[in-house]
Nanobody
Framework: QVQLAESGGGLVQAGGSLRLSCAAS????????MGWFRQAPGKEREFVAT????????YYADSVKGRFTVSRDNPKNTAYLQMNSLKPEDTAVYYC????????????????WGQGTQVTVSS
């Protein structure tokens, strides 16, 4: 099975940028559609973005559309989430997830999850 590890989180001021990485090991990343999700304190986990195995299909939550960009580098076994124009409401733990098959927006459809990385946006 695939193991996932996120990195790149941190503290940033509103309007700033961060790039999250999700490194896969154990199986080729190219076998999986990848999703990014986030969970803020006291809130349910929510969908952020997803990208298909070959990057042909990409979907974003409305709340991040135009600010976040999801991508992947299959030879490097790494997926990315570029986050620009960050807002305090983007503060959350961000998770990457993998599933065999097509890209989906529902977290319950992903079998493999990373440990998460904290993103904090100060106002």
């Amino acid at each position: 099975q695939v193991q996932l590890a996120e990195s790149g989180g941190g503290l940033v001021q509103a309007g700033g940028s961060l790039r999250l990485s999700c490194a896969a090991s154990g199986r080729p990343l190219s076998n999986y559609a990848m999703g990014w999700f986030r969970q803020a304190p006291g809130k349910e986990r929510e969908f952020v973005a997803t990208i298909s195995r070959g990057s042909s299909n990409i979907y974003y939550a409305d709340s991040v559309k135009g600010r976040f960009t999801v991508s992947r580098d299959n030879p490097k076994n790494t997926a990315y989430l570029q986050m620009n124009s960050l807002k305090p409401e983007d503060t959350a733990v961000y998770y990457c997830a993998a599933r065999q098959g097509v890209a989906r927006t529902g977290g319950s459809e992903y079998r493999y999850w990373g440990q998460g990385t904290q993103v904090t946006v100060s106002s």
